[in-house]
T-cell receptor, first 113, second 114 residues
Framework: KQEVTQIPAALSVPEGENLVLNCSFT??????LQWFRQDPGKGLTSLLL?????REQTSGRLNASLDKSSGRSTLYIAASQPGDSATYLC????????????FGSGTKLNVKP | NAGVTQTPKFQVLKTGQSMTLQCAQD?????MSWYRQDPGMGLRLIHY???????DQGEVPNGYNVSRSTTEDFPLRLLSAAPSQTSVYFC?????????????FGPGTRLLVL
């Protein structure tokens, strides 16, 4: 079974800092990997989707990379803002069944003004 | 478009009661799914569907039933609620059946089983 880990569980940084969130997975046979944002008491919002054949995806100040061989993905946030404060989750879908998704427990980010 | 909607937003049940959590989407998505989220844990897949009349089990299906009679609706049924089913439930949909894709999530239903 695929295991997805996100470390650290929580992160606090001053506004303006560049930061990296980590996601690791145990089985490299994945179909795709997604990064989500979850605000308190809300549903999830998809940020970036990386297909297994891709190395990275970018959207505005966000850049996600994927290294299947090492079972890792990183989400880079440039010039962080207080509005970036949220929980960030990654999820992978396995090649064996790309209709299933396995989530990490998330990293709670606090950007201090 | 309303996107993915879920009702109710909050529900309290007694042990042994049954109920249905409603989920609807107006984006004509073929793929729909149900997750539960417990404190300190990521989301865990309960059931999913790749189209009307087609459902399959996820990671934690026990105690839950689903059906998919239309493209728009994907209700989740708790047959006999247990305290272990206290959780936040999310419904999601995706436009790409069978090939994965970016998922759109509803706002969630908070369920408390006493």
């Amino acid at each position: 079974k695929q295991e997805v880990t996100q470390i650290p569980a929580a992160l606090s940084v001053p506004e303006g800092e560049n930061l990296v969130l980590n996601c690791s997975f145990t089985d490299s046979a994945i179909y795709n990997l997604q990064w989500f944002r979850q605000d308190p008491g809300k549903g999830l919002t998809s940020l970036l989707l990386i297909q297994s054949s891709q190395r990275e995806q970018t959207s505005g100040r966000l850049n996600a990379s994927l290294d299947k061989s090492s079972g890792r993905s990183t989400l880079y946030i440039a010039a962080s803002q207080p509005g970036d404060s949220a929980t960030y989750l990654c999820a992978v879908s396995p090649l064996s069944n790309f209709n299933k998704f396995y989530f990490g427990s998330g990293t709670k980010l606090n950007v201090k003004p | 478009n309303a996107g993915v909607t879920q009702t109710p937003k909050f529900q309290v049940l007694k042990t042994g009661q049954s109920m249905t959590l409603q989920c609807a989407q107006d984006m004509n998505h073929e793929y729909m799914s149900w997750y539960r989220q417990d404190p300190g844990m990521g989301l865990r897949l309960i059931h999913y569907s790749v189209g009307a009349g087609i459902t399959d089990q996820g990671e934690v299906p026990n105690g839950y039933n689903v059906s998919r009679s239309t493209t728009e609706d994907f209700p989740l049924r708790l047959l006999s609620a247990a305290p272990s089913q206290t959780s936040v439930y999310f419904c999601a949909s995706s436009p790409l059946a069978g090939v994965g894709g970016a998922q759109y999530f509803g706002p969630g239903t908070r369920l408390l089983v006493l």
